[in-house]
Structures are given as structure tokens and as C-alpha cells.
């Protein structure tokens, strides 16, 4: 019927009057049909969606991914300074742990809330830290940089603002003023 009116309309652009209530009379049926659409939708909607079915995913637990395996991996982490290798991989992680990289990825996503970069450079930079701190004033940024595990100044400044909020310098001379200013 629709289609009907805006035919007849088109047809009859000859005569103005005629065609404009064609059309007008199309528009109305369509917005009638729309609304009738809309309200069967909202209170009917499993005419509109009778094949859907909502999946449900299948929570499966397992018994590796704990806080006792991930206080594992980071004991070990620190103490064989896993984290100064500069191409550490999550599979060097997985060997050193015993277990598969997947399951140390999710340790690390399920108790870390980060992914594997932030995990390691967390280390890094709390090594970092420390170095600038206690480490000899003559050791450059260059020399302590490579020390925690980091392979490029860029990447290092950059993670080292943004976790500590300052450069590793000016982090540095803030510490020393601090400790005998």
C-alpha cells in the first residue's frame, strides 16, 4: 500500500496537488507502519528474534591461576632478577615458573590488573629507583637504565614518567636535594 501511494505520487508529478497527497499519504502509512513496528518489537520481541539464543560462556577454574603461584612468580622474578634480561619474553617467564605462558599471562591480567610489558617494567623501574637512590652519582642514566633491563633511553624515560610522575633525573637530583638539603 505504501509502496502504492509514493508510485502514484511519482507518476503523477504532472499534477502537483495529487502528487503531494500521494506522497503525503505515503509518509503517514509509513510512519504508521513504523510505529506499529516499534510498539509489537517493545512488547513482542521474540516475534522479531525467535532464533536467538544467548551463550553463555563457561566459566572454568583453574587450579594454577592462584595468589600463591603468582607471589611464586614474582618471588622468583626478584630473586633471580628475571626482569634485567632485556628480551625477556612471557615464554622465559613460563620456563622459569613451570608453567605454560598462557597461564602466566592470566596470573599476571588476573592479580597484576596489567599486561606483561607493565608487569615487567614495574620491576625495571622499582630497580631503577633504587639505583638512582643508592647507586654511586657517577653511574649515568645511560649505565643505570641498561642495569634494570631496559634497552632504549626512550622507552625507559618515557615508562619512568609515567609511573613515577617525573623524569629519572630530576627524580634523582629531587632525592639527593631531599637527603642532604
Known sequence: MIWLMF???SLTESLPKISYTFTFIGV???LGLSNITLFQLLNHPEFFYNNLT???RKETVNPKINKEIYNKLCDLLVKEKLYKKT???ISDLSDALGESARNVSILINTFYKGNFYDFINFYRIEEAKSLLKNGDE???ILTILYESG???KSAFNAVFKKTVGQTPSNYRKNYISAMYG
Open 150 to 152: 631496559f634497552n632504549s
Open 87 to 89: 628480551d625477556l619474553k
Open 54 to 56: 544467548v551463550k553463555l
Open 7 to 9: 508510485l502514484t505520487g
Open 28 to 30: 503517514l502509512l509509513l
Open 138 to 140: 657517577e653511574m649515568t
